[in-house]
């Protein structure tokens, strides 16, 4: 199919009425052929309102239809075949296969959110029976469910185009839990969002739901702060940078009626090596590097601060990850303002007193930067937080530390975390009791060996965190728990059966 660059309003394809813009290609840094027009104004409300006025009517849907759109739009992307991989790897330069192993991780969750939508335990329902002989007084007949909040306000994702963006984890489940939805496109990849777009109105239309109950919408930091704090919007489902998560957060607390802002944000994803790990140093720091710089590090759950105890086990370790790293070459990042973003952190670590660089791979062009390891003393991290933000990127602070004494006090002090991982054998049995409750105070998902990047979409997954990792601690990203995100419990008091709504009953 043919682009068009429009935005998508209460089902129709129209051209936006703001200013123009291109994709980049990043391999170059050139724009892309097609031009893309952002929604102005008007049109946000058009589409807020249209989403508005969809809300009751999908809520209505019975659960095995509302299941059935979620598996046509996994078809509907599929259908799209070799197109979509095209356009990601023009707009983005992700290798095909992670194009194909993403677009196959979006069509999956769909069909995971569809079998929770039919299984029906995601409603949370539960019946208190009245007694009406109870003394002193008598109980009322109370049935609670959840229902939906609203329309859900979607923010697509610059490193993963597909798996969270239009049609991605937080689309998939508010569509889930009954709430319509209006994304906001990455201007990073724009056709892929219109191409995605597409699919999910043809699944609408072909399973008849309501005309409003997705809309597709472009443009940058204002498009997003008013279709935050439009008061049709009930929630808000964001992957992105601290600032802009922030920023959203912000917005939708100073509203006259405040919303929950679920923002997946910064994390460096703290690994600690333990002594028994290292009986293969070079082999576990071959591992390391690969997670770290794959894809030029654009990951969330990016393995960026790592911990390695002192000692000569320590130091082949981090001789192994150097001369990896140094061999490295740079991969095309996804934006100009991503790569000068990794390039601006890792000269902040250059500047910084008591960081050393061990490392530095070639860089690849104007958008691929080149890989980098350094090295801070953990004294040096205790004093000056700051070391740890995230730099996203391939490029990652090796710490090391002499004992566990001194390395726990300064694991509790790190920012909320993704995830956090640890490398040890059955020999470091005593420390991990130790550091695990340390652990997870910090993190979402804590790993037992193995590297953080990859995220597995099922029910006991968590992608999320304490703050400043998300915006909302409580909650999941990724897996079947993500839908309670866009849910609200309702309690009726003594109502007929007859007249109770479906879920009810």
């Known amino acids: 199919m043919d682009l068009t660059g429009h935005t998508l309003i209460d089902g129709a394809w129209t051209p936006g009425n703001g200013t123009a813009f291109h994709a980049v290609d990043p391999t170059s840094g050139d724009d892309l052929d097609q031009e893309f027009r952002e929604s102005g104004p008007d049109q946000i409300a058009a589409a807020t309102g249209a989403a508005h006025r969809a809300a009751a009517a999908y809520r209505a849907v019975p659960l ?186 912000e917005a939708a607390a100073g509203r006259e009626v405040p919303i929950p802002v679920f923002a997946e944000m910064s994390s460096v994803n703290p690994v600690v090596v333990l002594p028994g790990a290292l009986a293969d140093a070079p082999s576990l720091a071959a591992d390391y590097v690969d997670s770290l710089t794959r894809e030029s590090g654009q990951y969330c759950t990016n393995p960026g601060l790592i911990f390695v105890p002192d000692g000569d086990a320590g130091d082949a370790f981090v001789e192994a990850a150097a001369s990896a790293v140094a061999r490295a070459a740079g991969q095309p990042m996804l934006t100009p303002g991503i790569a000068a973003n990794a390039v601006a952190g890792v000269n902040r670590w250059r500047r910084t007193p008591g960081v050393s660089i061990l490392a530095e791979g070639s860089a690849a062009g104007p958008l691929a930067p080149a890989p980098l390891l350094a090295t801070a003393s953990l004294a040096s991290l205790d004093t000056d937080p700051d070391l740890a933000d995230e730099v996203f990127g391939a490029a990652g602070l090796v710490v090391r530390y002499p004992d566990l004494a001194a390395l726990v006090p300064v694991l509790a002090g790190l920012e909320g975390q993704l995830t956090a991982t640890i490398h040890g054998t059955e020999t470091d ?15 979402g998902r804590l790993l037992w060996g193995g590297w953080p990047t990859g995220v597995e979409v099922a029910s006991a997954m968590v992608h999320g965190g304490p703050y400043p990792a998300t915006s909302a601690p409580a909650t999941t990203s990724v897996g079947t728990l993500a839908i309670a995100r866009f849910l609200r419990p309702v309690a009726f008091q003594n109502f007929p059966t007859e007249m109770l709504p479906a879920e009810f009953r």
Do not use: W, Y
């Open 64 to 249: 095995h239809e509302r299941a059935a759109f979620l598996v046509a739009m996994a078809e509907e992307i599929e259908a799209l075949g070799d197109e979509l991989l095209d356009q990601v790897v023009a707009e983005t330069a992700l290798p095909r296969a992670r194009a194909t192993g993403e677009r196959g991780r979006t069509a999956n969750q769909l069909r995971l959110f569809a079998s929770v939508i039919e299984e029906g335990s995601f409603l949370g329902r539960r019946h208190d029976q009245a007694l009406p002989d109870r003394a002193p007084l008598p109980r009322p007949d109370l049935r609670m469910a959840m229902v939906p909040l609203g329309p859900v306000a979607v923010f697509g994702a610059s490193n993963f185009p597909l798996a969270f963006s239009v049609a991605g984890g937080d689309t998939a489940s508010a569509l889930a839990a009954g709430c319509p939805v209006v994304v906001k496109a990455h201007p990073a990849h724009p056709g892929v969002s219109e191409l995605v777009a597409t699919a999910v109105v043809r699944a609408a239309q072909r399973t008849g739901m309501p005309s409003g109950v997705f809309a597709m919408l472009h443009g940058g930091a204002a498009a997003g702060q008013a279709l935050v704090t439009d008061p049709r919007i009930r929630a808000v489902g964001f992957t992105g940078s601290r600032a802009g998560g922030l920023a959203l957060v």
């Open 429 to 443: 049995a005593e420390a991990v009791i130790e550091l695990v409750p340390v652990l997870e105070d910090r993190a």
